[in-house]
């Protein structure tokens, strides 16, 4: 466990590094609003956690393993859990379809993952609805915070 300068304690799968070996311990909330690393690298978090009871999560629906697994990589001092739950909750809402990305069997063990079913009709919306709602939270929450109106 490591602790920021803002007093927050984090893992070390909730600190982030460039692929390029510049920037070093950063928080989740710093490198989702710099996008790329000031090297050109792209960020990672310093270690991958090992989960075991991973088996456990497979019958969890779509957003509530996403809940799972990015709760590994964000730490609590940064986004509360309930905040990271209403995030993704809010990310995924939009989607036509209740699974988000279903998985429809073709024939024999031949299945088709379908990535298509957010607002864009793109498989960019599984991850581009979760950091919209990020930036939204990051930036909204800094802002208050700034005016004194309390943080959400």
Not at 1 to 15: I, V, W
Not at 36 to 64: C, H, M, N, R, T
Not at 99 to 107: E, G
Request: proline residues 5%.
């Amino acid at each position: 466990m490591s602790t920021s300068p803002e007093g927050r304690t984090h893992s070390a799968s909730q600190t982030y590094l460039s692929t390029r070996g510049g920037d070093q311990g950063l928080s989740f909330e710093t490198v989702v609003l710099k996008g790329l690393a000031q090297d050109g690298g792209l960020f990672l978090p310093e270690e991958i956690p090992i989960v075991e009871d991973w088996q456990s999560w497979k019958d969890l629906s779509y957003a509530d393993l996403a809940f799972k697994i990015i709760s590994l990589y964000v730490s609590a001092d940064e986004v509360p859990a309930a905040d990271l739950k209403a995030i993704i909750d809010r990310s995924y809402s939009t989607f036509r379809s209740e699974d988000i990305t279903p998985l429809v069997p073709l024939k024999d063990n031949l299945n088709l993952l379908e990535l298509f079913h957010g607002p864009s009709y793109s498989f960019k919306d599984c991850a581009l609805q979760f950091l919209g709602n990020l930036f939204e939270y990051f930036l909204v929450r800094k802002n208050e915070g700034k005016e004194g109106a309390g943080t959400t």
